[in-house]
């Protein structure tokens, strides 16, 4: 029995996604399609299109997640699709935004990721980045054994641990031609883990 089929997790991880939905809402296009790579049970993808209808999210992840029910996949404006493969299955310039929340740590490569997102956002177009950026050991420490701890409670989740710090990602954006237009940072409820949110702006060609 995993800790995520028990009602009070899913009550209390449906109001983190509400949390990060209204964090994250503003810094999206008023309509228009949006990836979530790394969606997880969808709970934020929910959210969001509950707070702006006019969105469509395709929501992308390894695993299903238990908690992705057919009642959140029954919306028009919400879809889900596995990922197989390393690279991302969409077309170069497929979505108005991309975003990947608390999700780079997760896999084997976030800079490949990163460059991946840009490939599949139309130029002029936005990549949110959410995640939990290291400042120093002790913040590595904490983040990596908290991080561990939450997703054992839930089923196949791929849980490498690829924290990087905060500096790094700057150099990653820089690298990338990623321009920042908006920078802020949450403290989620209860684990006060610090989530980065950054709005990037991908090059136009
Ligand atoms: C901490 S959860 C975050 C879920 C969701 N974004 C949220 O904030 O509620 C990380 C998610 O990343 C997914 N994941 C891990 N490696 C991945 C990969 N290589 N490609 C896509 N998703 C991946 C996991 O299965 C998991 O659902």
Redesign the pocket.
Known sequence: MFLAELPLYKKL?GK??RV?AEAVLPLLPENGSIL?????????AKHLIDLNPNLKITG????E?QNLDKKILDHPALSFKQ?NS?E?PFHDHTFDTT?????L????EPEY?IQELKRVTKPGGNLIV?EEMYLNTVDKIWTSGQ?WV??KM?K?????LNFRPYRHYLQVFRDQHLTIRKETFIRMPITLMHHYIFQLQVPQV
């Open positions: 991880s983190r996604s990060l979530d790579f790394g969606c997880g049970n969808m709970f934020t992308m992840d390894v695993i997640d990922i390393r991302i975003m990947v929340i608390s999700t740590h997760h896999t084997p990721y959410v991080d939450l997703n839930k196949g989740v791929p849980v490498p």
